[in-house]
């Protein structure tokens, strides 16, 4: 899954100023001509660069976006002994990516086969700095864990961009301000991004809700399970079904590598609720770790 295409624009003299003739470099496009020599695909690691947490600990990564330019955050990835929960916070915003802690398994890829976020995150630095902290969690119920989280994206060198080009990085970027990606796991999550097993053989539901004042608009899913499992998804309000019966686990959720991408986004308006039927079919106590991802379409 590349990054947007490369096309070619009018060539810019020194001050962004279109002149005549072509400019042969490529340059990225997202609906503005900027020269490529002012954009480039970039890894944005933490600090620390890895944590090492006991059985139930708990710690946090932090990514600092420095004034050099903005950062146009697209992929997820990450190597660990084994999975974990994360929770997303930017300060800059004072704005949560997901509404509890979510299983690595669902959202953090591969350089092989990343996490591609259903909509880039865009942190504007200004004349300042901007932070992402992950708050990494790992299970009680699992052993010590070394953790590598990194994210991928695009830098936007602005300061050094010629003036019209970095006003229209400004304008472009801007507009899209209210819609951010955003990871949805059920109510029954949680505080530690734990969920109680369903019974061997057993039914559960599990319900993912939008709150008040956003709409979210819901792209893939991903699960992670210790067992197979049968489901069925419905709509509270409606009580309509979303299949004409039983989907078996695997035919409706993926994983962070391959996600599950519903034919066309559901949007999950303000208050309301879906509904995840299951019913385990492994015959043991079942762990379901669900995750929906999407944008959040902020009102307020």
């Known amino acids: 899954m590349p990054l947007p295409p490369f096309v070619t624009a009018p060539k810019l003299d020194a001050n962004g100023r279109p002149i005549l003739g072509r400019d042969g470099r490529p340059i990225v496009s997202v609906g503005i001509y900027e020269p490529k020599n002012h954009v480039r695909g970039y890894w944005l690691v933490s600090d620390p660069v890895t944590l090492t947490l006991a059985p139930g600990g708990q710690d946090t990564l932090r990514y600092l976006i420095d004034q050099q330019g903005h950062f ?10 084994g999975p974990f929960t994360i929770e997303f916070f930017d300060g800059g915003a004072q704005r949560r990516l997901s509404n509890k802690p979510v299983h690595s398994v669902t959202i953090v890829g591969s350089g092989a086969r990343p996490f591609r976020l259903p909509e880039p995150y865009f942190f504007d630095v200004g004349d300042n700095q901007r932070e992402l902290v992950a708050t990494i969690r790992n299970p009680v119920f699992g052993s010590t864990n070394t953790i590598r989280l990194v994210l991928y994206g695009r830098r936007f060198y602005h300061r050094e961009a010629p003036p019209a080009v970095a006003k229209k990085f400004q304008q472009k970027f801007q507009s899209g301000w209210r819609t951010y990606s955003y990871f949805l796991v059920p109510n029954e999550t949680e505080g530690d991004g734990d969920i109680d097993p369903v019974a061997a053989g057993g039914v559960g539901s599990f319900i993912f809700e ?4 956003v709409d979210t608009d819901l792209h ?5 399970s210790t067992g197979a499992f049968t489901f069925q998804l419905r709509e509270r309000a409606t009580n309509r079904t979303l299949s004409n019966g039983i989907v078996r686990s695997e035919n409706g959720f993926g994983n962070a590598e391959f996600p599950f991408y519903f034919a066309d986004s ?15 079919v492994s015959g043991a106590p079942n762990k379901i770790f669900t995750t929906l991802a999407g944008r959040r379409l902020q009102y307020r």
Do not use: N, P
């Not at 559901?266 to 385990?280: G, H, N, S, W």
């Open 220 to 224: 893939k899913a991903m699960f992670s």
């Open 266 to 280: 559901y949007l999950l308006e303000r208050k309301m609720q879906l509904i995840l039927d299951v019913t385990d």
């Open 210 to 213: 939008s709150e008040s004042g």
């Open 72 to 81: 146009d955050w697209a992929y997820i990835m990450g190597v660990s002994d």
